[in-house]
């Protein structure tokens, strides 16, 4: 008959799996966080009047998007000690995660930046709002309102890339699941409730954003 | 008609180029406080670039724009000029009031929002404030029940109204509006017009740019006719309409007829 599926030993160690789950969506959330915060002045940079700050912006874009986020995550956790920044596995990964995502997002918000028309614009300098005012004000709800779906999905990924932290031995679902498969021998059922649960999480992660997009009006 | 000594607009000598091409030859245009003066004359003469100047929306290379008798743009020091700080542009810009063809609402914001974020944000006042003054414009443009609504669920005609009532609300001196009913429906511009011209007759000072040649002549106090960048003839409406000089004008007359 060969393999017999038996999850008992899996819904023993339940909760190091979900524990694993816990933390690897507060990974992705501090990540997601940072990352909007990079993607937002990456953006700004990308679409602005400096000639410099244009290159900087397209250089990060170009050399991150073509880096393996594995590569990423090892380069920050081993490099970085070497120049005397010491950050804790979870800063470091952290801190990777959100470089990547950084450069999506600088993307994603470009792409937002320019989708805002030119004439709202001018109806704030109309009425005698300042430049930054109308970023402020006008260009960052509108971009924000429109690039909410690309945010979404970078959030989705950035999620499942969490997996990555295991490489540094973080405790998150994947470390948790291939640590229960090796005491357990349970290869199969380890990875099915893995996969359920990653799977269960994104879908519910997506209903919460679609039902956020639609509490913000279309335009 | 009151008299003043010195007009609320003076434009003296206007040139504007884009890169090689010189869109305004020269114009001189002055605007008494309360007068209504409309800008007609074919595509590409110039009228928008016109309007964009006054409010700052577009530099200009020479000539100076005085509003209330304050150079607009630039600082005048001899034969040098130097161009004002973002900040002092953008206080000169709320002098004046702009309508645009496209309307241009902030779709993130409804129609009473629209018009609160140039009260709080630039005339700073109090939120409470600001949500009675937008209340009582968009009364005003006969939109008091959509106040919370958003631009995308009102129609062409609803959606200029407010920007109408956006414009004004800011108590500028001087409202620009540049063919504001051009992308509406046939049946929503009557609506808009009725608006403006409620205006007209309370007093409000406007510089109209219009196709609408039956407007024009129902509201203004002055029809100026502008062709390739300069203005080629000004006066009241009876007598632009009635027996035009220029054979220009003329011959533009008879196509917009037609
Ligand atoms: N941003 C720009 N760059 C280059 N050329 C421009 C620009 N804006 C306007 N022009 C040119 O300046 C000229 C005057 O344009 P303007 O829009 O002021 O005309 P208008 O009288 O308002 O025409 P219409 O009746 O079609 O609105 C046109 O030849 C136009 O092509
Ligand atoms: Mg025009």
Redesign the pocket.
């Known amino acids: 008959m060969g393999y017999t599926l038996n999850f008992a030993v899996i819904w023993a160690n339940l909760d190091k799996l979900l524990s694993g789950l816990a933390l690897g969506l507060g990974l992705a959330l501090g990540a997601v966080a940072m990352g909007t915060v990079i993607g937002l002045i990456g953006g700004f940079a990308s679409v602005g009047p400096s000639k410099l700050g244009r290159r900087i912006a397209g250089a990060y874009v170009t050399v991150i998007r073509n880096l393996p986020i594995l590569v990423i995550v090892l380069l920050a956790y081993f490099a970085l000690p070497e120049y005397g920044i010491r950050l804790d596995k979870v800063q470091s990964f952290v801190a990777s995660l959100a470089i990547y995502a950084g450069a999506y997002l600088t993307e994603v918000f470009r792409a937002g930046l320019v989708s805002v028309p030119k004439g709202v614009v001018e109806a704030g300098r109309a009425i005698g709002l300042t430049r930054f005012q109308i970023s402020l004000y006008v260009v960052m709800p509108i971009m924000l309102r429109n690039a909410l779906p690309a945010l979404g999905s970078t959030f989705i990924s950035l999620f499942k890339d969490t997996s990555i932290a295991a490489a540094i031995a973080i405790p998150e679902l994947t470390f948790q699941a291939r640590k229960i498969n090796v005491e357990s021998f349970r290869v199969v059922e380890t990875w099915i409730v893995a996969s359920g649960l990653y799977i269960a999480t994104c879908l519910v992660i997506a209903a919460g954003l679609r039902s956020l997009e639609r509490r913000f009006p279309k335009f | 008609m009151e008299l003043h000594v010195r007009p609320l607009l003076q434009i003296q000598t206007l040139h504007k180029r884009?890169?090689d091409?010189e869109?305004l030859k020269g114009v001189n245009l002055e605007v008494r406080e309360r007068e209504v003066v409309s800008i007609i004359?074919?595509?590409?003469?110039?009228?928008?670039?016109?309007l964009r100047c006054v409010n700052l929306l577009e530099e200009f290379d020479s000539g100076q724009i005085l509003l209330d008798g304050e150079s607009i743009g630039y600082r005048i020091g001899g034969d040098r000029r130097r161009r004002l700080s973002d900040r002092a542009l953008s206080r000169q810009r709320s002098m004046t009031g702009m309508v645009f063809q496209s309307f241009n609402l902030f779709p993130h914001l409804t129609a009473a929002g629209n018009i609160m974020l140039g009260l709080r944000k630039v005339r700073r006042l109090p939120k409470d404030e600001a949500r009675s003054i937008a209340e009582k414009w968009l009364g005003r443009v006969g939109l008091s029940q959509r106040a919370d609504h958003y631009p995308s669920q009102l129609s062409g005609g609803q959606q200029q109204r407010v920007a109408i009532a956006r414009a004004l609300a800011m108590n500028p001196k001087l409202v620009l509006l540049d063919?504001i009913t051009s992308a509406l429906d046939p049946e929503l511009v009557q609506e808009v017009l009725l608006t403006v011209k409620s205006l007209a007759e309370e007093g409000s000072t406007l510089l109209i740019?219009t196709h609408e040649m039956r407007f024009a002549r129902d509201v203004s106090h002055r029809v100026v006719f502008?062709e390739q960048g300069q203005i080629a003839e000004q006066g009241p409406p009876a007598e632009i309409f009635g027996n035009p000089k220029s054979p220009r004008l003329a011959e533009f007359l008879r196509s917009a007829r037609s």
Not at chain 2, 41 to 50: A, H, I
């Open positions: 884009f890169h091409v869109v004359g074919s595509s590409g003469s110039g009228k928008t670039t016109l063919e740019v502008m």
